[in-house]
């Protein structure tokens, strides 16, 4: 079965400092992987996501992140946090074949100036 | 192009009561999904409907819950008897073909709060 795990329900970083909200995953196919974000009031929003293509993805907002068969990970980074990244991040996976989609639990992104 | 807008955005019953949660997906998109986050825990896929039909159910709670989607364009959730463990934020989403590698659209969801 698939599932997914956020570490960290809560990250604190000050602005311009670099942003890494951790994601792992357990999957027994190859899988389509997400991030999505969630800003207060809004509904989730598509950062980026995984299809077998290249293993770094670039997403919107200068948010990346890296595709690890061997550590089932897919971490999201920021070089430099925005005021404005203050938000909740999901991490998800669906697979080939399927349409659900697994989100993780969230990880709030709290930003200090 | 409008987004998926749903309605209410809040919606406090008793225990007991009936709720009708309404969906719009996005014009054009044959896929509706419906989720539930339960107390910040992980958002829950209920079912999916491909324009009028369910395709899969598999996640949704119990037969208190009714889902449909007449005309294969908005899509209704309706829980009766409400229970207080119902409560949470129920999402919509939408897309315009259905797979795992296609990204959904969400709707900004409904905050459900029994008491």
């Known amino acids: 079965a698939q599932s997914v795990t956020q570490l960290g329900s809560h990250v604190s970083v000050s602005e311009g400092a670099l942003v890494l909200l951790r994601c792992n995953y357990s999957s027994s196919v190859p899988p389509y992987l997400f991030w999505y974000v969630q800003y207060p009031n809004q509904g989730l929003q598509l950062l980026l996501k995984?299809?077998?293509?290249?293993?770094l993805v670039k997403g919107i907002n200068g948010f990346e992140a890296e595709f690890k068969k061997s550590e089932t990970s897919f971490h999201l980074t920021k070089p430099s946090a925005h005021m404005s990244d203050a938000a909740e991040y999901f991490c998800?996976?669906?697979?080939?074949?399927?349409?659900?989609?697994?989100f993780g639990a969230g990880t709030r992104l709290f930003v200090k100036a | 192009e409008a987004g998926v807008t749903q309605f209410p955005s809040h919606s406090v019953i008793e225990k007991g009561q009936t709720v009708t949660l309404r969906c719009d997906p996005i014009s054009g998109h044959d896929n509706l999904y419906w989720y539930r986050r339960v107390m910040g825990k992980e958002i829950k896929f209920l079912l999916h409907f491909v324009k009028e039909s369910k395709q899969d159910e598999s996640g949704m709670p119990n037969n208190r819950f009714l889902a449909e989607r007449t005309g294969g364009t908005y899509s209704t959730l309706k829980v009766q008897p409400a229970e207080l463990e119902d409560s949470g934020v129920y999402f919509c989403?939408?897309?315009?073909?259905?797979?795992?590698?296609?990204?959904?659209?969400f709707g900004p969801g409904t905050r459900l709060t029994v008491t």
């Open positions: 995984y299809t077998s293509a290249a293993t």
């Open positions: 998800a996976v669906s697979e080939t074949g399927g349409f659900k989609t697994i």
């Open positions: 989403a939408s897309s315009p073909l259905a797979g795992a590698s296609y990204e959904q659209y």
